[in-house]
Structure formats: C-alpha cells, structure tokens
C-alpha cells in the first residue's frame, strides 16, 4: 500500500495498476489515465455515469461564491486544453498541498485500487441532525477512487456507499464536529465523489464490505481523508 500527503509533488506518475499519471500544483490536481475510465460521479462535470480521462480537483478560496460553478469549472478545464466531456471536475477550498493518496492491492495486483482525497472540515455537518441548515460553502471532501476491476452499474453505486462508510468513519474517528448541532460531523455540505473504473476483467455486481473490492475501497478512502484532514487540521495549528 502507497501512503503520504502530496504536497506539492509536480508531476508524478501514480501507484495504479493501469497506468494514472498526476500533475500537482497549488491551484489545480490533475490527474490523467492512460485510457478512458467508466465513471460513475456527483461532480458538476462528469456527473452521473459515464467515461473520462481526465479527473480535476481546483482549489477556490474560502470565500468562492460563484454563481456559475460549473461554468467556472469548464472555464478552468479549457486553459489547461482538457475536454470537459472526457473530464470529472470538482473544487475545493481544501489547499491542496493536503491531498492524501493510498492505494491497495487487489486479488494478485498490486495497487490495484487507489484513492485520493482532499479534506477540511469547516463546514462540517451532521446529516442526521434535527431542524435545517442551509449552509453550502466551499470547503468540502472531495474523494477519487481509481479501481483496476470491471464494475457493473450497481457496482458502482456500490462503491459509492463503501465510499461514504468508510469518510464517515475518518471523520468520527477524527472528532470532527458538526458547529451547528454540536453532534459528530457525517461529512461536509459539499462532498463530491467519483469512482472511475478500468472494466477489465470478469463483471461483479458488487462493491460492498463484503467483498475484497469494497474492503479495499474502503480502507483506502478512510486512510486518505484521515490524512488529510490531520495534516490541514496540523497547519491550522501550527499557526
């Protein structure tokens, strides 16, 4: 298994089993497949099922309102020259020298899953509290899982629910604290996530805790939004 926050890594070459190259820098994470990817997403690009090569996370500062989020995202894919219909594109307001990645192995493949996250907690919130909060601010945890398997759709929905088990688990293991209700934080008011999939290999249907996919999915995300979060949360404290 791969670890560590990236800082400010430039350009790399990334532990996948198919082939993923990252670019690193202060205002943008692009990372790059060596082909196309099928994808299921809640960014505003590349949402939904589909495919995509490209996978972007900007950063915006705190007080980012824009009005037109994802045409500012289409706007930053086009000065980079990446086609926002083979892109999934998100933004945070995380720095992103505090992205974490971790990979896993995966039957005899090494690194064969791999994750990304970038992760703040300061519009943390509580999805199961009572009453209503309208907060939707940039701040966010932004998840990338990379697996090197053939996922059906259900699959795929599947490793979305590994996903969010497993971000729930870092933040309550991490103490984070919904401001509003005063009760452990599930995520952020505008957490995106993209599981991107090679389709090699035998179909599965599933994704889940039951499955070594999904175990490997879910270690590798808890890992990385742990690490993330601990390293902004150190920043912020060594102030």
């Not at 000065?79 to 594109?89: C, F, L, M, N, T």
Request: aromatic share 6%.
């Amino acid at each position: 298994m791969t670890t560590g926050v990236l800082g400010n890594a430039g350009a790399v070459r990334l532990a996948f089993s198919a082939g993923l190259c990252g670019h690193f820098t202060h205002d943008a994470i692009h990372l790059r497949a060596d082909a196309p990817l099928a994808t299921l997403s809640s960014a505003l690009i590349g949402g939904g099922l589909g495919s995509a090569r490209d996978f972007c996370n900007f950063y915006v500062d705190r007080d980012y309102a824009g009005h037109a989020p994802a045409d500012d995202l289409a706007r930053w894919l086009g000065e980079r020259d990446i086609e926002a219909g083979s892109a999934v594109a998100m933004m945070t307001a995380v720095k992103l020298k505090y992205a974490a990645m971790h990979s896993a192995p995966l039957g005899n493949r090494e690194n064969a899953v791999l994750t990304l996250a970038t992760a703040g907690s300061g519009n943390a919130v509580d999805i199961t509290a009572e009453g209503t909060d309208p907060r939707l601010v940039a701040g966010t945890v932004n998840v990338f899982v990379f697996v090197d398997a053939h996922l059906t759709p259900g699959a795929l929905v599947n490793a979305c629910l590994s996903v969010t088990e497993a971000k729930v688990a870092a933040m309550r293991d991490a103490n984070v604290i919904d401001a509003h209700s005063q009760t452990l934080a599930t995520g952020t008011s505008t957490d995106c996530v993209s599981i991107a999939a090679t389709q090699r290999g035998a179909a599965t249907p599933y994704a889940g805790s039951g499955t070594e996919l999904g175990r490997a999915i879910g270690r590798t995300v808890y890992l990385a939004v742990g690490e993330s979060l601990r390293a902004g949360s150190d920043a912020e404290r060594g102030r």
